[in-house]
């Protein structure tokens, strides 16, 4: 089954930069990957959905990257914001439809 | 005003004891599914239903039961066969069959069950 690596320490960037994390999977392509942000005690919000057949995504700050190659997704936020710390969640499906969450990156943007 | 609600948030069982954790959606969404997620760890699916009255197991359906009688409730029973029990459980709904997992889920605010 498909494994799901997310950076497991925390990324601490300065309000106003650009914060990029990294989801980095193991087996085949996946048809599609989703990035999800989830808080403290919460549930996860959806994000962004991007195909296998799309190289890049664009939602206003936020910017997803899908490499089939490199069996990598990149999910970058630009003038990040401390309302943007939350977890981030990548979540691939696998064979038989079901999806499969990465453990996910903690992201704190400091004023 | 559109969403799923989960209750209790948080419940405390004493050993042995079973458990259940609701569910509803008001999204009239055919898909739900039954999340645990553990500190460090990605969400891991329990069970999953696309459809009235069908429910299918996830990777870690051990100890756990559902049902799934009308579209817009899935609760989930933790029985006492479950060994490790405490955990955030998420429960999440999606739209239509056609659209399986491909397409976005939206989630509950979760149950936090501590075993005593």
């Known amino acids: 089954s498909q494994k799901i690596e997310q950076n497991s320490e925390a990324l601490n960037i300065q309000e106003g930069k650009t914060a990029t994390l990294t989801c980095n999977y193991t087996?085949?392509?996946?048809?599609?990957l989703q990035w999800y942000r989830q808080d403290p005690g919460r549930g996860p919000v959806f994000l962004l959905l991007?195909?296998?057949?799309?190289k890049e995504k664009r939602k206003e700050r936020l910017k997803v990257t899908f490499d089939t190659t490199l069996k990598q997704s990149l999910f970058h936020i630009t003038a990040s914001q401390p309302a943007d710390s939350a977890t981030y969640l990548c979540?691939?499906?696998?064979?038989?439809?079901?999806?499969?969450f990465g453990a996910g990156t903690i992201l704190r943007v400091k004023s | 005003d559109g969403g799923i609600t989960q209750s209790p948030k948080y419940l405390f069982r004493k050993e042995g004891q079973n458990v259940t954790l609701s569910c509803e959606q008001n999204?009239?969404?055919?898909?739900m599914y039954w999340y645990r997620q553990d500190p460090g760890q990605g969400l891991r699916l329990i069970y999953y239903?696309?459809?009235?009255?069908?429910?299918q197991k996830g990777d870690i359906a051990e100890g756990y039961s559902v049902s799934r009688e009308k579209k817009e409730s899935f609760p989930l029973t933790v029985t006492s066969a479950q060994k490790n029990p405490t955990a955030f459980y998420l429960c999440?709904?999606?739209?239509?069959?056609?659209?399986?997992?491909?397409?976005?889920?939206?989630f509950g605010p979760g149950t936090r069950l501590t075993v005593l």
């Open positions: 991007i195909r296998e057949n799309e």
């Open positions: 979540a691939l499906i696998e064979y038989g439809n079901k999806l499969v």
């Open positions: 999204l009239n969404h055919d898909a």
């Open positions: 239903s696309q459809i009235v009255n069908d429910f």
């Open positions: 999440a709904s999606s739209p239509g069959l056609a659209g399986g997992f491909a397409v976005e889920q939206f």
């Open positions: 087996n085949y392509s996946p048809a599609y």
